[in-house]
């Protein structure tokens, strides 16, 4: 059996990709987070990224259930909104209220900015309104 990296290297060099690897991803953030984590070389010979060495896993999920409430939960606040006190993401609090509620949520936390509080509320709330 062919490794994942053969695979997608055969994929790489193909006419056909996809009858190698038959998945596309749609929304293009795992494209993104891939970049951002492995990094690639600059024209200028030096490299940009987290992990320059890193081997990509690539794993195809099934899409994911809708949550029972379809609005999101929106959470505004500090580098403690951002989840900076949290051991890992799915222990920070936004985390927690979404599993027990089945909503999704929306993290603004801005650490330092917070002090747009506000003018930002005042936006969520016409927003909220309007959609009423």
């Known amino acids: 059996m062919k490794s994942l990296n053969e695979m997608i290297n ?3 060099t193909s006419t056909n990709p996809l009858s190698v690897v038959p998945s596309i991803d749609e929304i293009g ?3 993104i987070m891939a970049g951002v984590a492995a990094g690639s070389k600059l024209n200028n010979g030096d490299f940009i990224g987290a992990a320059p060495d890193s081997n990509i896993a690539v794993v195809k999920l099934k899409e994911a259930k809708p949550y029972k409430n379809e609005k999101p939960i929106v ?4 580098s403690i909104t951002q ?3 949290a051991s890992r993401p799915g222990n920070a ?3 927690v209220i979404s599993r027990r509620y089945d909503a999704d949520f929306i993290n603004l936390g801005f650490s330092y900015l ?3 509080a506000k ?3 005042k936006l969520l709330k016409e927003k909220a309104e309007s959609e009423e």
């Open 10 to 12: 055969e994929a790489l």
């Open 29 to 31: 953030h795992g494209s």
């Open 75 to 78: 959470y505004y606040g500090s």
């Open 83 to 85: 989840g900076g006190c």
């Open 93 to 95: 609090y936004q985390a």
């Open 114 to 116: 917070f002090d747009l």
């Open 119 to 121: 003018k930002l509320i």
